[in-house]
């Protein structure tokens, strides 16, 4: 979306304005307006004309410039109907430099999670990428996967679904009292830096919104089976909203994250390739690991696959 049009939706947000007015407020042509408020109707801005000017009457289209529309949060928005890989597509722009960029998708068709494996990402999900270049040394890094799970959580809570966090980066929903859960979202972080600092971190969130679990492998579930259908794009808003409010609190991140675990107290299994661990999760690190009492003592693990265990 390009200022011209920032400006007209701002103007417009008022209610009805003529086309001369808008003209000599922003100092171009009425065949500029004109041109810009036809562009406007083809991002998917409902906008009609009537004896009192143009009139924003609604906007439900879920596109780059609709999400980017009232969207408190710094972020542009690339939208793609259908895109190989969101996370792929912002590694791109990180080569050319870019910075707060979301890049959104309506479907993936080579979408993946940690460790390489197949992600179905179908048309009706959310699939978005958000490429940061934050101050931070790598270290740190982990605590934007932190923030992202922490943001999706509390959004998917908005629409009505319990969703909580399972170590170290799934978001799902509890099933019975034992550990199990359904899993609803998941995130991959890819980041490029040197040994002081981070140079980019791309954030890629995918949510199982509007589709049917039915149609997704055995173990996800999707807001629609628990709570019926969202407005993606006003979804997609709260998401990107909590993610920027948590990467410019970071401290804020680690006491939210474990208010929303599911992992911390469970019995669990953490596949490494230095040997498994087995024992109960207690905390958290402030740097994201997770803390394991086991028969040995407490050992902190910064990356591995979780695996929740039925109790003993």
């Avoid at 794009?233 to 990107?240: A, D, G, M, P």
Wanted: net charge negative; charged share 25%.
């Amino acid at each position: 979306m390009n200022e011209t049009q920032r400006s007209i939706l701002e103007a417009l947000a008022d209610g009805p304005v003529s086309g001369p007015e808008l003209a000599e407020s922003l100092d171009v042509s009425r065949a500029a307006i004109w041109k810009q408020i036809d562009g406007l109707r083809d991002a998917g801005f409902e906008i009609e004309s009537g004896p009192t000017g143009y009139e924003l009457v609604d906007v439900t289209a879920y596109t780059g410039p609709t999400v980017e529309y009232g969207l408190e949060a710094p972020f542009s928005v690339e939208y793609h109907d259908s895109i190989g890989s969101t996370n792929a597509r912002a590694r791109e722009l990180a080569t050319e430099g870019e910075a707060d960029v979301a890049v959104l998708a309506d479907e993936q068709t080579g979408g993946r999670g940690r460790l390489e494996r197949a992600w179905s990402a179908p048309s009706g999900g959310v699939w978005v990428s958000v490429l940061t270049r934050p101050e931070i040394t790598p270290a740190q890094a982990p605590l934007y996967t932190l923030a992202a799970s922490v943001a999706m959580a509390r959004a998917i809570r908005e629409a009505g679904v319990d969703a909580r966090i399972k170590w170290p980066n799934d978001v799902v929903i509890p099933v019975g009292e034992d550990g199990d859960y359904r899993k609803l979202a998941g995130i991959l972080t890819e980041m490029e830096g040197e040994t002081d600092r981070v140079e980019w971190i791309a954030v890629g969130m995918g949510i199982n919104a509007n589709i049917d679990a039915d149609s997704l492998p055995e173990g996800a579930t999707t807001i629609r089976d628990e709570a019926g259908d969202v407005d993606r794009r006003l979804f997609v808003q709260r998401v990107l909203e909590e993610f920027d409010a948590y990467r410019n609190a970071l401290e804020s991140v680690v006491p939210a994250w474990r208010d929303l675990a599911l992992t911390l107290g469970q019995r669990v299994r953490i596949d490494r390739t230095a040997g498994d661990i087995v024992g109960e999760a207690v905390d958290v690190t402030d740097a994201g690991a997770l803390v394991v009492a086991t028969e040995d003592g407490e050992q902190t693990v910064s990356a591995g696959d979780c695996e929740h265990l039925r109790p003993v």
